[in-house]
């Protein structure tokens, strides 16, 4: 009787201590994470070798610009702002290596869409991150209830 004890006070330890080491590698792979990189580099450069950005002068859209160039893609600004643009091109160029096309555009003008459609044809675009400034109004409401023209910075089009 006394074996037959020990023998399952042993089998439950091993069984608890089996336990607790899948808990701690569960938990060091969620640690991990943070410092890997959760998708690997080639799977945006799959996509596409282009990442084009809207409103990418200034802000999210240029921190969108030189993230997506640092990791591998070349990227196209579009802005407004011929100025900021350049410096903006250079300056990825500069610090990450990667290709930079730019297209100066107004969206608050409806005459721009063909013009761009001849800067980007022939690129193999895969990421589109659209981040121009453009509201319904100034005031929060529904999408569906919007007026049908658009304000940029307080001036209807």
């Not at 020990?6 to 091993?14: A, D, R, S, V, Y």
């Not at 590698?25 to 282009?50: A, D, E, T």
């Not at 196209?76 to 930079?100: C, Y």
Request: proline share 4%.
């Amino acid at each position: 009787m006394g074996d037959v004890l020990e023998q399952f006070f042993i089998l439950t330890g091993l069984l608890v201590c089996l336990a607790c080491l899948v808990k701690c590698m569960r938990f060091s792979r969620c640690i991990l994470l943070n410092y890997w990189k959760v998708l690997p580099k080639p799977f945006l450069r799959s996509m596409g070798q282009w990442a084009v950005i809207t409103g990418a002068s200034d802000g999210i859209g240029k921190a969108y610009s030189f993230e997506l160039a640092r990791r591998g893609l070349d990227v196209v600004l579009i802005s407004r702002t011929l100025e900021k643009l350049q410096a903006t091109a250079t300056e990825i160029e500069r610090t990450t290596g990667r290709s930079v096309k730019i297209i100066q555009a107004d969206f608050t003008k409806d005459d721009i869409y063909e013009h761009i459609k001849e800067k980007l044809t022939g690129l193999e675009i895969g990421i589109l991150v659209n981040n121009v400034g453009m509201l319904p109004n100034l005031l929060p409401s529904h999408f569906l209830n919007a007026p049908d023209e658009i304000q940029v910075s307080g001036s209807p089009v």
